[in-house]
């Protein structure tokens, strides 16, 4: 393979990949140069759906950003709703009742589970197998009722408030959650006898798009996809935020680093997620929701700040820049997918399109975020 | 006028033939979608008549109706020709088809060489279609299509020379023939003649999915890489021969394994020989098909070429060598 | 050598399992709804687009017609407008209408809202071809369904 990439070959052309595509899973669109099949050049061309996220935080309240954040990566929006939340409570210096603190981990982990549902599902859809993405919406579809009647919303969640949640729980989210966790554990042997034992899967992801820990360093690759690659470097852990310390998880990490070490890894971290609710749900206190002091108009003073939360493509941050009114000066995005999509031009290379398709999957993408 | 007179039957046959083909195709396709449903826990088609059951008569007048685009910049004579190509060669295989003992429009002794001879042709409208639409996925899918057929055309080749010797004829008929009075008699289960006959079926079955482009071979439509692969630019009926062809020769495909070695039409309790044995078995045969499609991933284009090689094919030789030596040994031992 | 064969072994007993859940799930009973024929209850916190609330007694809007949803809203599709009549110390509502196509559903509209007047609608069976169908005259609809 490497001495195809690297021969001297004129015969090639170019692919346009996207923006309508099947396996780009939105409005990516990559530019392949090929040599018959195999890639010698990708480049990933974006902007697509860019819609100016930080542009719009410029011109709008603190508050008002709120639903902006739950439509970067729809996927998991709790997760990104959970991350500007935690950076305007740094600024403003809110504090969190520690029952809200709770349920924000319970929902984004749940989403987490739902995000890698997903992926698990359209994945193998690009890998050519339709059953397991149905039998994974399946069980998400529980996820998303159990959310809807938290949130209201199924999809593209507001439901973290400065200084707590929208509203509180009731009794039966926490019954209907255990009892998903619980179907959903019965449920993981399947997936691995469906697919992940499947000789064909294997002989697609063994040894295929190789992403080692210093190709991501380089681009700044996080999530998944570095944990795949052996580094196990995890925001929860690495700048513990929320009530994340007081919980017992692993930060499940494969060193091969190519495409079944990210997909193991993400099965991995569904257990992990079931863990980590149950232990929340055991811990829940009970109290206020809302903090009380939250004001009611945000006005963090001069400077600049910056959150972290690990969502289910790698660590997405939040920076701030206050000029001290109530509008941001700078409201700046650090999203997973865009750093791992990145690393696609430089892995791909000397690939065939199938396992392209195969390393482009695996680093689960999500186009809005990408875009913001 | 005598009925019997062979233009009239032939005319019959030929009309039959068309008709089973064409019926096949839209009822697979309804079939498909009904046991890809139940899989994934949905009904499928179910608004269009009872059970959906309408649903491939709608399908098809959506088809026809369909306005046919023929790109610029594309070999107008290929483009044209490709569709017939896939579709014909499958639609004459059926000519040699022992549906039961007399249901057969000719019973000619060249029958199984017949089969293989039309079955080479189909790459061929592969390889014009993806060739002929000036697409870059089509073109692709063409190429993967071409060294995908002929990786498979050998080992599956080498299994039915096993047959052949075996059997000491290429008249289909004759073969289903020496399969009767019970399973026992089937080929699959004729121990005394190759012990590894099991071996055998599972590298023919195989091998027919790869030739008739199905999942998880199916690289040559591959639409999470190549939108819809050498039929991208296809569209109305010109898609919708493609897509018969395809069905058609999946029954084929069936078809052949049920008469090599699943006894054609012959009862496995050796009682009432007759048609519907031979389409209980083959539809046996395409829901399993169907049940792969829904069930595996695809492979990849070096996946597929190294099962062919390195596996179906040193298998298939051993079993041809086996095969001989049984059919030489065996009389030794036993006079 | 022996590798290649416990490989092949191990991947047809791979395969063979999958065929075998697979064909297991076609008996199960299917899990999903036949959209048009029937409906899902929404929950009670379910996001609609907003509508107004009723004053009980009255049977008129809660709405005190204070612009706070205006105000708070993220992209401005809240059009509240008020008359003071003669006599009255308090605004009554004459003109509230959502503009549901820029609209997201945030809830900070009902949030801000200090008298409760309004709150989501559990609506969603939303569809249409024209744009001027998602203008919705919140009054008028409070009205109509009086």
Request: glycine share 8%.
């Amino acid at each position: 393979m490497s001495v195809l990439a690297s021969s001297d070959c004129k015969e090639t052309f170019v692919l346009n990949l996207g923006p309508q595509h099947p396996a780009t899973h939105g409005v990516l669109r990559v530019k392949l140069t090929m040599d018959g099949e195999y890639i010698r050049h990708a480049e990933p061309v974006l902007g697509y759906i860019h819609r100016m996220h930080e542009k719009m935080g410029e011109n709008r309240t603190w508050a008002q950003f709120m639903p902006n954040t739950g439509r970067l990566d729809y996927l998991s929006a709790l997760s990104y709703n959970h991350g500007y939340v935690l950076a305007v409570e740094r600024a403003a210096g809110i504090a969190v009742p520690e029952r809200a603190e709770y349920i924000r981990v319970i929902t984004v982990e749940l989403n987490r589970i739902s995000s890698h549902l997903v992926w698990f599902g359209a994945f193998i859809l690009d890998l050519g197998g339709f059953t397991p993405l149905l039998y994974a919406f399946d069980d998400r579809e529980i996820i998303l009722d159990l959310l809807q009647a938290v949130t209201g919303s199924r999809l593209t969640y507001c439901y973290f408030r400065f200084g707590g949640v929208y509203n509180d729980i009731e009794p039966d989210f926490i019954t209907g959650t255990l009892a998903f966790i619980k179907r959903l554990r019965e449920r993981m042997p399947m997936y691995h006898n469906l697919v992940t034992k499947n000789i064909i899967l294997i002989k697609r992801l063994k040894d295929i798009g190789f992403v080692p820990a210093e190709m991501c360093r380089k681009y700044g690759a996080t999530g998944p996809v570095l944990r795949g690659a052996g580094v196990g470097y995890d925001v929860r852990r690495a700048e513990p935020y929320s009530v994340y310390p007081e919980l017992d998880f692993d930060i499940p990490t494969y060193p091969e680093g190519d495409c079944m070490a990210r997909y193991m890894v993400r099965l991995d971290e569904i257990e992990q997620s079931m863990r980590i609710i149950e232990q929340a749900c055991a811990k829940l206190p009970d109290g206020p929701v809302m903090a009380e002091k939250a004001p009611k108009i945000i006005k963090p003073a001069k400077g600049d700040y910056y959150a972290a939360v690990e969502a289910a493509r790698g660590s997405f941050g939040v920076r701030l820049v206050s000029d001290g009114t109530t509008t941001p000066y700078r409201l700046k995005l650090r999203s997973p997918s865009y750093s791992n999509l990145s690393l696609f031009g430089e892995a791909s290379r000397g690939m065939l399109l199938p396992d392209a398709l195969a390393l482009m999957g695996s680093l689960d993408l999500v186009i809005p975020e990408i875009d913001r | 006028m005598n009925l019997h007179s062979e233009p009239i039957r032939l005319l019959a046959f030929l009309v039959g033939i068309i008709a089973f083909a064409a019926l096949n195709a839209a009822y697979l396709v309804w079939l498909e979608r009904k046991v890809a449903g139940h899989v994934q826990r949905r009904i499928g088609p179910k608004e269009v008549g009872p059970f959906g059951l309408l649903q491939p008569l709608v399908d098809g007048i959506k088809l026809m109706t369909k306005q046919v685009l023929i790109p610029d910049n594309i070999d107008p004579i290929l483009f044209r020709l490709a569709p017939p190509l896939l579709l014909i060669p499958a639609v004459m295989s059926f000519v040699t088809i022992p549906f039961s003992e007399t249901l057969v429009a000719r019973d000619i002794n060249l029958g199984l060489l017949m089969i293989f001879a039309f079955a080479s042709i189909n790459v061929l409208g592969i390889l014009l279609g993806g060739w002929g639409s000036n697409n870059k996925y089509a073109v692709i899918a063409a190429a993967r299509g071409v060294s995908q057929n002929v990786a498979y055309e050998i080992p599956m080749l080498i299994t039915v020379i096993t047959m052949v010797m075996i059997t000491h004829t290429l008249n289909l008929n004759e073969i289903v023939r020496q399969q009767g009075g019970g399973i026992f008699n089937w080929y699959i289960f004729r121990w005394s003649a190759n012990p590894l006959m099991l071996i055998s079926f599972l590298i023919f079955f195989t091998c027919s999915l790869a030739e008739t482009n199905r999942a998880p071979f199916d690289l040559g439509e591959a639409e999470s890489e190549l939108v819809a692969g050498y039929h991208t630019e296809y569209s109305g009926m010109g898609f919708g021969i493609f897509f018969m062809g395809e069905y058609a020769n999946i029954v084929i495909g069936c078809s052949l394994a049920t008469i090599l070695f699943l006894g054609g039409w012959q009862c496995p309790f050796g009682l009432w020989p007759g048609v519907h044995w031979f389409l209980i078995k083959l539809y046996i045969l395409i829901f399993t098909v169907i049940l792969i499609r829904w069930t595996f991933p695809r492979t990849t284009i070096y996946g597929l070429l190294n099962l062919s090689w390195k596996v179906l094919i040193p298998f298939a030789l051993f079993n041809l060598i086996l095969t001989g030596a049984m059919i030489k040994i065996w009389p030794m031992i036993f006079p | 050598m022996s590798g290649y064969f416990a490989e092949i072994f191990s991947g047809a007993k791979s395969l063979a399992s999958g065929m075998g859940i697979t064909f297991r799930y076609m008996f199960k009973p299917v899990v999903t709804v036949q959209y048009p024929h029937a409906t899902l209850k929404m929950p009670e916190r379910y996001r609609g687009h907003i509508e107004l609330v009723k004053d009980p007694e009255s049977g008129e809007p809660k709405c005190i017609v204070c612009g706070m949803c205006q105000r708070a809203c993220p992209s401005g599709c809240i059009t509240v407008a008020g008359d003071k009549l003669e006599g009255e110390k308090k605004k009554v509502l004459s003109k509230y209408v959502l503009n549901f196509t820029t609209c997201s559903l945030c809830g900070s509209c009902v949030e801000s809202c200090k008298p409760g007047a309004i709150q989501f609608s559990r609506e969603y069976n939303l569809a249409s071809t024209r744009k001027e169908d998602y203008t919705i005259d919140l009054l008028q609809r409070l009205r109509e369904q009086r």
